[in-house]
């Protein structure tokens, strides 16, 4: 059954991806916005996870038991789920900083008690659930990204003649 379920997962977030290739990218007047008032405190040592343009704080912590990362020669897709005592809204600033940063454009967000942050760049896809718990707080990352050897020959469905 949990087999399933992540083949599912990884259908689902390998479809948003395709879905987002086409979108138009931001013009360079476009400005990122970010809170006015908010004060970065990660100008330290700041980890990235198994995808490479993809940055924690250091105050979580790795769920390995619910963590999984799929990696095949024409995409990589995950979850990465981490949790530690650090405010909603400390993590969610963190978040829209680090991703602008490295240059993801912040595509729609929820903000509540369960956060959800969806990001994007070209044939990458990234979407982060924060959750406030009791005691400790849980991130949810879930990221596609496609390799180049499958863009080589356009990616996609190819078109047959058939005589």
């Given amino acids: 059954m949990r087999n399933i379920i992540k083949v599912l997962l990884v259908s689902m977030l390998a479809m948003q991806l395709f879905a987002c290739v086409g979108t138009k990218s931001p013009s360079p007047d476009e400005a990122i916005v970010s809170n006015a008032g908010a004060v ?10 198994e995808f490479d343009d ?4 250091n ?7 619910r963590t999984f990362i799929y990696e095949n020669s024409e995409f990589k897709t995950g979850m990465i789920v981490m949790k530690g005592r650090v405010e909603n809204q400390s993590l969610i600033d963190f978040f829209v900083n680090q991703m602008a940063k490295d240059n993801w454009t912040k595509e729609s967000s929820i903000i509540s008690s369960m956060s959800t942050i969806v990001f994007k760049k070209p044939y990458k896809s990234c979407m982060i659930r924060i ?8 991130v949810e990352i879930y990221a596609v990204e496609l ?8 990616g ?3 078109e047959q003649n058939i005589k």
């Fill in 40 to 49: 970065e405190s990660y100008e330290e040592f700041v980890p990235y996870t």
């Fill in 54 to 57: 993809i940055a924690v704080p």
């Fill in 59 to 65: 105050e979580l912590s790795r769920v390995p038991e």
């Fill in 131 to 138: 959750s406030d718990g009791s005691y400790n707080t849980e």
């Fill in 147 to 154: 390799k180049a050897e499958s863009l080589r020959d356009g």
């Fill in 156 to 158: 996609g469905v190819h």
